[in-house]
């Protein structure tokens, strides 16, 4: 069973829409939660993470979580061609440690 | 104030030579992950390390790989006798301690032939 899945995509949504990004995972007592964007041929940088149920908003991103449902998405407001890259969810897994357990990745394009 | 600095960013290396990545982490950072990202894959994580210490290396190969975060240093990752399924991209992230979501370097892209 895969810990973290996330449909490959790619997603494609033309410029100004709003890009719906998902993820579930499969351990019901993994407590944090991160959202990570991977441009072609770069390093993952962090863009996001949430910790409780609900919304957290930071600029055109917001982050949804639900633990009743293990499921954890991205929304992405006013889309821009520059959106367009990879996006890895993240999952960290109840082991004490600070380590992450990721999605494959979903691949959003913004169509100008 | 640099961030997690990988090197070399590319790395050629023929079948059954060795391969040596090196990671310097945030200064202050004590905490230093590798992560190897296959193509067409996620990212898995390999091994966790603070000063001296391996934390976790349930994510690395059991043979010919090996990883060390020396007192004084960088952290190393060395592959030995590497094969083409080696090759891929590996990451190194650093935090402080109990930080969670850290910051990866660019990595070290190793291209065995």
């Known amino acids: 069973q895969k810990e973290v899945e996330q449909n490959s995509g790619p997603l494609s949504v033309p410029e100004g829409a709003i890009a719906s990004l998902n993820c579930t995972y499969s351990?019901?007592?993994?407590?944090?939660f991160f959202w990570y964007r991977q441009y072609s041929g770069k390093s993952p940088e962090l863009i996001m993470s949430?910790?409780?149920?609900g919304d957290k908003e930071d600029g055109r991103f917001t982050a949804q979580l639900n633990k009743a449902s293990q499921y954890v998405s991205l929304l992405i407001r006013d889309s821009q061609p520059s959106d367009s890259a990879t996006y890895l969810c993240?999952?960290?897994?109840?082991?004490?440690?600070?380590?992450?357990?990721f999605g494959k990745g979903t691949m959003l394009l913004v169509s100008p | 104030n640099a961030g997690v600095m990988q090197n070399p960013r590319h790395l050629v290396r023929r079948r059954g030579q060795e391969a040596r990545l090196r990671c310097s982490p945030v200064?202050?950072?004590?905490?230093v992950y590798w992560y190897r990202q296959l193509p067409e894959e996620g990212l898995k994580f390999m091994v966790y390390?603070?000063?001296?210490?391996?934390?976790?290396e349930s994510g690395m190969p059991k043979e010919r790989f090996s990883a060390e975060f020396p007192k004084e240093g960088p952290s190393i990752l060395r592959i030995q006798q590497v094969v083409r399924g080696d090759s891929a991209a590996y990451f190194c992230?650093?935090?402080?301690?109990?930080?969670?979501?850290?910051?990866f370097g660019s990595g070290t892209r190793l291209t065995v032939v």
């Open positions: 992230a650093s935090s402080p301690p109990g930080a969670l979501g850290y910051t």
């Open positions: 351990d019901r007592v993994s407590q944090s």
């Open positions: 949430i910790y409780s149920n």
């Open positions: 993240a999952v960290n897994p109840p082991r004490g440690y600070s380590t992450l357990t």
């Open positions: 200064k202050g950072h004590s905490h």
């Open positions: 390390l603070q000063k001296e210490n391996i934390i976790d």
